[in-house]
């Protein structure tokens, strides 16, 4: 019944091969990758408006398009640093392999843990965001916000679980739409502004300004929620090979495209949101109200909503083609527990995908679906990455020393440079908002890292066999003297069944009974003696009504006579039903009694199935 | 380390001997027993409030003191069919109880079923109305208002989980406390109004009534809602175990100074709240205004509120004495799983605790903690077990005909009539309000609990060996052909180990391997070649990187050869790390293997632990 739930929800199985067919054109590629950065635009300019705007009231418009050229300048810089990227790392650039293999170990991890926590939160705020375009468009929602962020993570989890391909195909479409919106309202807005030439009116909520001039500090603080746009940048450095052949010059035009669509939309709304003088309000979202200034309630208002909301949502699915393949190299490299590095079922990272939504579901619930709440925990992770993949790049150039390599080192050196003052003003000004948790995630993680690397390299070493020694063993000899206990509750087919297998597999076997009366004791002991047997049956009072104690006791008392060496073998009876709710219906000893037994180096655990036949079947016979 | 932090939260385990030192006394009893009636006040009034004010107003006062008294009739009539109850059921005379041995199974278990809902409404509500209190002394807690909810939930269910003894000591002192604090308020407040003879000023948020006179319907409607005063009287009745001896006449003695407390407190807060003409409002519980007009905002009030959520907390907590109880007796008839049958550590039904708490979480989620939304679900299981219970000890009078049965019969049917007809005016008032949900609920709960008894039976007939088959048996004959498979990821010292002690239980082993790549293929087939052993090494690919299938596919194949009766015995390294974040670390393949493979009925699963030593150990040998 599992399975076939399983088998409707994620589709089946695919086998390792049906891998190749999957590769972007430029044109697949584009919309599939630049989702996240070209959606930031959404929360993006209504950011920046919201530190700015409560403190210096209408004089926000100016500064808010400055402090948006400062970023479209910071994206430019990036896409020349990144389009190095691409041509020299043709197998996926990604600032943890960059970081590793030009800074060393320390920063690649650390690459790789402020990625991961990228990852999740570009998740989280972009499903905040898309719940936030909705809502705008129907504001009765509002109560159901966190609802309605998990029900969108919810479905993307489970599309992501049925693999990638289909998710190309279905996924296309939107971010031209989306596009295509953005790009009409630009036009429409501007060109109605000169044409009708008549000014809107300022907002009426009007903030009351509590400073009368924008100072350094402000302008900064603006800048680190604006930087926000520029997430998703590296997208296509990292998905490289994903590109159809030759996939370096695909990866670099689809690159350059992004930044070009990316410099037009998130330019243009802050434009709008400076002649159309729109105020953050809780409820309605900037892109909404400057929807709304620029076409009235009609079709394309809601088309802008909803295109919102599905671009919103492809950012964080984004994320679902970055995290599992990421924490599948780093898990390979043996610094994430291992379960990351298999692929489930339909070739996608289950246990990644699985992770990703969890954590994401977490901050979603505690930050309440609040998109301007989790910001401040965004930028800093993603702003650490790119610093430490510019570093890297520039400290390639400085190594290989190769033709040209002035000019490609100044290039990344800037992206270095400029990232890193990024990260410090973002980690300064928005420390107290949240970047701190943050600040102190990335190192914990690193940490972890670190001792789970550890932790395999003791477990490889314990378990490895030269060849040398290999050579010298030999199984027959230095057999185990192997001696079997069948803890059984009454004498029934199962303990039957269990004391049969216990005589195949040894010659010294012994029935183990827990009572908890003299009355119960005398009952089985009765039923022994009819069963008449050479096999000897123990039975112990338990006042703890545990069978685990007792039975250490005994094999561990004079009576049963453990030597060295000795191999028990715990016989175990397990019902299987095939009901699932039976399943639910039998006392689960056998799970219990295993993990504690196991705990023992010589005590080994035989579960024996017997097949319980269908209720109806044996209810029916007795008629 | 999870042993340490359960010892830490719940104790230590107790005998089963400990059992008999924890017997109530009168003045022990009272408290534990009555919260759950006694604090019924809290909500019931408003309760009644709610429905009649906002219909017509102030006209609602008096309709209210005649809906109380009509209620406290009920209460009256209530006790003394209870104490014939406790009279003829020594052992504790549970509706389940009393409704099985009179009336038979389907009301029997009915009145299990209604019990059980009963308990986790118990749990439910109370929690809401403790909260509510808190929240209207403290009003700014109002959007934490589900977070304070459970984790009060949590804190009981620790409590419970650590054992009754200190759960009887802790928890005498409240309810007096309670008492106290409530005669003292009705003393007070009547002689208040009676000394300064001013009338309190109407409701200054006095609602505009839709009717101008009272209908029948209301006051019906009036009546279900109070009669959620009356839940818990029956707790008595199923507790007289507890009691020292003579334990019968100490619990008549409880049970009637329970219903005169009452009697009391409950009429003296219906007369406070038609004086002071509480309204109800959001956020202030009646309660809470009556204490605010009689004392004003100083100790008392304050005193009041937190007395009131205290003794609220402890009726939730007298459902998890009788919960537990409950499910374990109906599970150890085999109408409730088995689980439930078990005493845990401590003394306590550590799994009906866990199951109480975990729905009554829920409600309290999908109800957000507000006590009025609950309250129709709550009374419709009560009354559903009085009368069950009431009417089953009518038909004991009729059927034995003991000396006075004429009196008891009519005692004990009038309780049945009465009980059964709230039952109706219930249902029929709060249908739409919620009461459908426990009307649909407890049906099914009956279903679902013969179906459990019908599989008990089902696994009870097939296990059963008569003794004449018993003794025809000889384990010695027609023992397994024992062939073990022991699948291998690499030549390690943990495949080693699985090798040996497969070699110790048959002499028919195969080595299996699951390969990608002809690579990997090699690989081992080398290392293979120089252990140089005569176990053969079978290495198959698997596109889907699954070993069940290929392994299934193996044993089903002509190659090897099975025969119909042969048991197969897969053995299965277990790796046994002592640091719990290690055991995250190690792939679970084993569960997983051990799952599938269990499902076929020839295949039983060995499991040899190999314990890994400390990481720090082997990684500072490596320097």
Request: with cysteine; aromatic share 8%.
């Amino acid at each position: 019944m599992f399975e076939t739930l399983k088998r409707l929800l994620i589709g089946k199985p695919l086998r390792n091969d049906a891998l190749s067919g999957e590769k972007y054109s430029v044109a697949m590629g584009l919309p599939i990758l630049s989702s996240d950065a070209i959606s930031s635009v959404a929360y993006a300019t209504e950011e920046i408006l919201l530190v700015l705007y409560p403190v210096v009231g209408i004089l926000a418009y100016n500064s808010m398009i400055g402090v948006s050229a400062a970023i479209v300048g910071l994206l430019v810089l990036l896409t020349f640093s990144y389009k190095q990227t691409i041509q020299n790392y043709p197998n996926g650039g990604g600032a943890y392999i960059v970081a590793k293999e030009n800074l060393g170990l320390i920063p690649g991890i650390s690459a790789g843990a402020a990625l991961s926590v990228d990852y999740i939160l570009t998740v989280a705020v972009s499903i905040s965001a898309g719940t936030s375009a909705i809502i705008s468009a129907f504001p009765s929602l509002e109560r159901h916000r966190v609802l309605i962020c998990l029900l969108i993570l919810l479905l993307i989890m489970l599309g992501n679980l049925r693999g990638i391909t289909e998710s190309a195909k279905i996924f296309s479409i939107p971010p031209y739409a989306f596009i295509l919106g953005m790009v009409t309202m630009i036009l429409v807005g501007i060109v109605k502004f000169k044409v009708t030439g008549i000014v809107p009116p300022p907002p009426s909520n009007a903030a009351i300004a509590t400073q009368s001039s924008v100072t350094i500090i402000l302008l900064l603080r603006a800048f680190s929620s604006g930087c926000s746009a520029l997430t998703g940048v590296e997208a296509v450095s990292n998905a490289v090979p994903n590109f159809r052949e030759p996939s370096t010059k695909h990866a670099q035009i689809t690159l350059m495209l992004l930044a070009f669509i990316v410099l037009i939309v998130f330019g243009g709304i802050s434009v709008l949101a400076s002649i159309y003088k729109v105020a953050p309000v809780a409820g309605k979202t900037v892109l909404s109200q400057i929807a709304m200034g620029v076409f009235g309630q009609g079709f394309m208002y809601y088309y802008i909503q909803v295109t919102t909301a599905v671009i919103l949502a492809m950012a964080a699915n984004t994320a679902y083609s970055g995290f599992p393949m990421l924490i599948s190299v780093i898990s390979h490299e043996g610094y994430a527990p291992r379960q990351f590095a298999l692929r489930g079922d339909r070739l996608s990272y289950s246990n990644g995908i699985i992770a990703l939504s969890t954590v994401a579901a977490i901050l979603i619930v505690v930050f309440k679906g609040e998109t301007h709440l989790l910001i401040p925990l965004y930028a800093v992770g993603v702003f650490v990455s790119f610093t430490l993949s510019q570093t890297g790049m520039f400290m390639r150039w400085v190594r290989t020393k190769e033709p040209g390599w002035v000019h490609k080192a100044i290039i990344n050196g800037m992206g270095a440079l400029v990232t890193g003052v990024a990260v410090i003003i973002i980690g300064a000004t928005k420390f107290t908002h949240g970047a701190w948790i943050v600040i102190v995630i990335i190192p914990t993680l690193v940490k972890a890292m670190l001792k789970v690397k550890d932790h395999y390299n003791a477990v490889a070493k314990q378990l490895r066999i030269e060849e040398d020694e290999l050579a010298t063993i030999d199984l027959d000899k230095e057999l185990y003297r192997n001696r079997v206990i069948v803890p059984i509750a009454s004498v029934n087919r199962a303990s039957i069944r269990a004391l049969r297998y216990a005589k195949t597999i040894s010659d010294h076997v012994t029935a183990f009974n827990i009572t908890i009366n003299e009355e119960e004791k005398e009952k089985i002991e009765k039923k022994w003696a009819i069963l008449n047997t050479d096999i000897p049956l123990v039975v112990r009072n338990s006042p703890y009504r545990k069978i685990v104690n007792p039975l250490i006791e005994f094999i561990e008392s004079e009576e049963y006579d453990m030597k060295k060496g000795d191999m028990i073998t715990v016989v175990i009876p397990n019902f299987t039903v095939r009901n699932m709710w039976h399943k639910l219906l039998h006392n689960h000893t056998r799970m219990f009694i295993s993990g504690e037994l196991l705990k023992h180096k010589h005590i080994a655990i035989a579960t024996v199935p017997l097949k319980l036949k269908d209720d109806n079947i044996i209810l029916k016979d007795k008629k």
